[in-house]
């Protein structure tokens, strides 16, 4: 079993550092040897050695729509007929955008770039110049990208001013950032007040993902914007995740709060890279070369990109499509939780829409703190057990599982039925 997998990753680790391309694939913090994809379909993924998962990693977000859909599949066939880049400005880039902008009224203007570090990146960037502030507020747990200002999760208590989680982070430039406990906006408040008219911009996703699903409180975001307003600072949502996969129109339709600027990514290129970062025009306005903030791109709006993303948000745009991939996540998650219960295992499962966690923890998960109470040796009995019965969980306790439109009831199913042994398996 998983013998060309083990053979590649050995391959890989002599050539790629720690054998992957983005850390958490070398499934260091659940053990096993990660098991290298060759293709999908649909709600399922087959690795090189030809076993089969039901997926809910969804490429970590993006493929809302299953493996290599249809619509997507054609969308890129024809483009590439056509050309993969040019370099300059194509029709699809304005269809991308208006599609965007009427799906997220709070985006009247968008710039597309290649990730959602990108999108983080340049929206700090815009709310530092636009502001003429430099401090950021950013939540314990929450992942902006790679961007070496947000890479802070900052020590617990109140307000730390940040120290960088990875080393060639200039402290400096995390010394700007101030990381709070999700879901406190007291804190933020405190924070705003001993920072006047220092805070450039609170960044923020408005449903975690990147510590598991974790909800915002009631009334948190709101809040945020009160705040925000107050103090003159720009609010950014970061629905890299979010945006197109809790709704059309993202969380902050769900959950009626407008940001000041918003980050996309994952889902608007349909599984190819892409970002994007749009939000009012009075600020978008000072992005070059409208206006002074540099900003660019050698494959910004790529076609093959653009083209995957259009034909994932029509697919997505048809009627019933979110209360369908919902109600499977809402089957699933019930009966996740009613398995572990039978297994005798506390466990918190926080769901909201296609978004879940199993977090193994006793008491409600509401911010990382408390995600960190989790068994994360049980999460990898769990995780190992799962996939060794053909279900593909994400390979770590602190991430989300997706819920696809390609996920069927037999899906689901089978997941529970998985899950059932798996929950006794993690257990001992
Ligand atoms: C994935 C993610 C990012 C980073 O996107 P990349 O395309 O991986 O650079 C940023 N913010 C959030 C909320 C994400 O989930």
């Avoid at 391309?21 to 290298?36: E, L, Y």
Wanted: proline residues 5%.
């Amino acid at each position: 079993m998983n013998r060309r997998s083990k053979v590649l990753f050995a391959r890989a680790q002599k050539l790629i550092p720690g054998g992957v391309n983005s850390p958490v694939r070398a499934f260091r913090s659940v053990g096993g040897n990660p098991r290298f994809i060759r293709s999908g379909k649909g709600s399922h993924v087959v690795d090189v050695d030809g076993e089969s998962y039901i997926d809910y990693l969804g490429s970590w977000g993006p493929l809302i729509l299953g493996h290599s859909p249809a619509p997507v599949q054609a969308a890129l066939k024809s483009q590439i007929s056509l050309g993969t880049s040019f370099g300059a400005s194509t029709e699809n880039e304005v269809v991308l955008a208006e599609m965007i902008t009427n799906a997220i009224p709070s985006i009247e203007r968008v710039r597309l770039v290649n990730s959602g570090t990108e999108a983080t990146m340049s929206a700090i960037r815009l709310a530092r110049a636009f502001t003429n502030r430099t401090k950021i507020i950013k939540f314990d747990g929450c992942y902006h990208g790679h961007v070496d200002s947000l890479l802070v999760k900052a020590g617990s208590g109140v307000a730390t001013l940040g120290l960088p989680d990875s080393p060639g982070v200039q402290p400096a430039e995390c010394g700007a950032t101030i990381s709070i406990p999700y879901n406190d906006a007291e804190t933020v408040q405190q924070v705003l007040e001993l920072n006047r008219a220092e805070i450039a911009a609170i960044i923020v996703e408005p449903v975690a993902g990147n510590m598991g699903t974790v909800l915002p409180a009631k009334g948190f975001l709101q809040r945020l914007r009160k705040l925000s307003r107050e103090h003159g600072v720009l609010l950014i949502f970061d629905e890299v995740i979010t945006g197109f996969r809790l709704s059309y129109g993202g969380a902050q339709e769900v959950l009626n709060v407008k940001p000041d600027l918003t980050c996309l990514g994952k889902i608007i290129g349909g599984g190819l890279p892409v970002g994007a970062y749009g939000g009012h025009h009075e600020i978008m306005k000072w992005v070059a070369p409208e206006g002074p903030v540099y900003q660019a791109g050698t494959l910004s709006g790529n076609p093959l990109a653009v083209a995957a993303g259009i034909a994932t948000l029509k697919t997505l745009k048809k009627p019933g499509t979110y209360a369908k991939i919902e109600r499977m996540a809402v089957e699933l998650a019930t009966g996740l939780l009613i398995a572990a219960e039978r297994a005798g295992i506390p466990v918190q499962i926080n769901n909201i829409g296609s978004m879940f966690t199993v977090f193994f923890a006793s008491s409600p998960v509401t911010d990382f703190q408390k995600a960190k109470t989790s068994d994360t040796d049980r999460y990898a009995k769990f995780f190992n057990a799962m996939l060794e019965r053909g279900v593909y969980f994400p390979p770590s306790q602190f991430e989300t599982c997706f819920v696809s439109l390609a996920h069927t009831h037999n899906d689901i199913k089978s997941t529970i039925q998985a899950a059932r042994e798996a929950f006794k398996a993690a257990a001992s």
